[in-house]
């Protein structure tokens, strides 16, 4: 086995205390869940899944080395994924007063879906601090003389895996609250509170720093 039970434990609990704190990509999947309920959950976890995949591969081939290096690649990639941030909950703050899509439109429902999908996988792939965190973490636990790629491959499906987990738990719950607010003012409540929160992540974004974590 590339990597021991001690260290794979290690890992697996470092990497559960990062992911449960609320960042940009929880506070997306909150704002989605709260304002779609249960339907946007599939397309939310996969775009979570993908997104850190995305950023993973990246992270692997170099990308994170370059954006460590690099303040002004670090500043690029941080303001675009802020702003498009904020651009989402503009809108959402925005269509607040409007009334959700109904259930049964299948047309409408399959484009919000994939919309959900798209827009959970950029700002999730476009978050540097998580691209910085592969490259900055992973080291720590590698073992010298064994097989590098073995070892970052567990690493790196463990990282996903659980990071896919912790945006599902947090779907439904977010989900799961919205059950008890169906009147239209607590929809428009509940877009307010939605387009608040990715606002607040773009923002969060924005000023990041470059040694935190994701």
Do not use: C
């Not at 039970?5 to 449960?20: F, G, P, Q, S």
Request: charged fraction near 10%; proline fraction near 4%; charge should be positive.
């Amino acid at each position: 086995m590339p990597v021991s039970l001690e260290t794979w434990i290690a890992y697996a609990a470092a990497t559960v205390i990062l992911l449960v704190i609320p960042g940009p990509t929880i506070l997306t999947v909150i704002s989605y869940s709260l304002t779609h309920g249960r339907r946007a959950n599939v397309a939310l976890v996969a775009g979570v899944a993908l997104g850190d995949s995305t950023a993973l591969v990246l992270s692997l081939v170099g990308l994170g080395a370059v954006l460590a290096a690099s303040a002004v690649l670090f500043t690029a990639v941080k303001w675009a994924g802020g702003l498009y941030l904020i651009y989402l909950g503009w809108r959402m703050l925005r269509g607040g007063a409007v009334a959700p899509p109904i259930e049964g439109n299948a047309g409408a429902a399959l484009d919000s879906h994939g919309r959900v999908f798209a827009n959970t996988w950029l700002v999730t792939a476009l978050n540097p601090k998580g691209i910085i965190f592969f490259i900055a973490f992973l080291p720590q636990f590698l073992r010298p003389g064994a097989d590098v790629a073995a070892q970052l491959w567990v690493f790196a499906v463990t990282f996903v895996v659980l990071a896919t987990l912790n945006a599902a738990l947090y779907a439904v719950f977010a989900a799961s609250a919205r059950r008890f607010l169906s009147s239209p003012k607590a929809l428009r409540l509940f877009n307010f509170a939605g387009g608040s929160l990715l606002t607040a992540a773009g923002v969060w974004a924005l000023f990041a720093r470059r040694n935190g974590a994701a």
